[in-house]
């Protein structure tokens, strides 16, 4: 059985390298299914890759999850490494019924404590860059803001949009019955998406089924926003699926 404690220092330490080949192979237009619902790029050739959006945190139903159980995803953004990813954003999270929305900021593998209260409906922006002179993250909510920065790594791939939690191989925890998240504002390495060479993918369970789907670039000129809508719960969150 999972259980909240498990949120810290596991969230971004879901991974979709194990279809990293699958993403940079993918033909123009197509959609890959992974871990995230969203876009994820490859690092560019500068020596430090960079990552930010702005999203519209999103209402979670908890209703009818047993207590005891456990549900979550994160929004926000990641630069994956071998050494541990780096990234942000808010995590929606069932605890049992309880919904919470946690702030969460990741340094090469480690979780920092936040003090930011983010609530649904809050617009939240997160800035995240990752290179061998060190890692940085900035998260804001409105008024507030934490910056926090550590050890970097060699990143090997970017994601941008809601992204699994606690995976193991590729289970991950389900995620909660949401409203649609929008993003906006989004840039890879100081560009767009598709310079960056974006690939969308839906977020799936283990089992390949549908939990999260991403949309199309919604700005032509500026190819920086989507949405990402709930699909299904791969199952009340009894475990990992």
Known sequence: ????????????????SLIAGLVLAAPAGAVVSGHVAGYE???????????????????????KIPAGNFQAVLAGARLQSVSGNTGG?????????????????????????SGITINAGDTVSVNASDGPSGATVTLIDGTQSQTASGPGGSVNAEDIGDIATNCVGSACTPVPKSSVTSYSAASINGTN???????????VDVAGGPEMTSSALKTKKTLNAFKVKWVSSCNNGSSRC
Not at 11 to 16: D, K, P
């Open 1 to 16: 059985m999972q259980r909240r404690s498990m949120l810290a220092g596991l969230v971004l330490a879901s991974t979709s």
């Open 41 to 63: 790029a490859p690092p560019s050739a500068l020596p430090t890759q960079t990552v930010s959006v702005t999203f519209t945190v999103p209402k979670i139903d908890c209703k």
């Open 89 to 113: 954003g808010a995590v929606s999270v069932c605890s049992g019924p309880v919904v919470a929305y946690v702030p969460l900021i990741e340094i090469t593998g480690v979780s920092i404590g």
């Open 193 to 203: 998406i598709v310079i960056a060479g974006g690939v969308q993918q839906d977020l």
